[in-house]
């Protein structure tokens, strides 16, 4: 049947989609998040922004093709330009900026982990999306044992079979988690570090019941 041969459940994906189910399933399964507001009070986005540095993106993926080009949703930084009553016509979602030194990409395909440490250059928008990845420096590494535990946690409560984790990582070594696409992107990783994600999902379509 063609359901088997899917690597997550689309009704599944769907529902793993949105910021504010995935960020309480990532506290919940003890992996540490940013103090997070979503909001559409010019008030509260005001006062949350006062109170630290502060980032701002989507609740969902945003994704908009016109004739000439794809827009994609980023995440960027607030500065003192911050109109609060930019809000007011849809919730944004406001977070505690983690003073990062690297970027870190877990993709999860099955039960094996991929993990990727992405160091942008000096000086690099905050959304490390926005830098060519030959300008970046990727490390691949181990995952500490309860990151690796809370990702499978994670995966586990929507029912999912492939997750493409962001985490922020600080100068203690801390991951704080940002978000999980259920359908993310891995090819561009595969120059740049040698891992075979490909094959991993190949084998997991090839043997559904493995994971």
């Not at 944004?92 to 877990?106: E, F, G, H, S």
Request: some cysteine; glycine content about 10%.
């Amino acid at each position: 049947m063609l359901a088997d041969r899917c690597i997550s459940p689309p009704d599944v994906m769907q529902a793993a989609r949105w910021k504010m189910s995935q960020l309480a399933v990532a506290g919940h399964v003890g992996l540490p998040v940013p103090q997070t507001l979503v909001t559409n009070e010019p008030a509260d986005a005001a006062s949350f922004a006062a109170s630290g540095p502060t980032i701002a993106k989507a609740v969902a993926e945003v994704r908009v093709e016109t004739e000439s080009e794809v827009l994609v949703g980023e995440t960027f930084g607030l500065d003192d330009t911050f109109d609060p009553a930019a809000v007011r016509p849809t919730p944004v979602l406001l977070q505690r900026r983690v003073d990062k030194v690297a970027d870190v990409r877990v993709t999860v395909v099955g039960r094996n982990l991929f993990a990727v440490r992405i160091v942008t250059p000096d000086g690099a928008p905050l959304d490390f999306r926005q830098t060519k990845p030959d300008d970046c420096r990727f490390e691949v590494f181990g995952l500490p044992g309860a990151v690796e535990r809370g990702v499978l946690g994670y995966l586990d409560s929507f029912g999912l079979r492939f997750g493409a984790f962001d985490f922020a990582e600080d100068g203690d070594g801390t991951m704080w988690f940002l978000e999980c696409n259920p359908a993310g992107q891995w090819g561009w990783l595969e120059p740049f570090t040698g891992l075979d994600m490909t094959g991993a999902l190949v084998d997991l379509l090839l043997n559904p019941t493995s994971a």
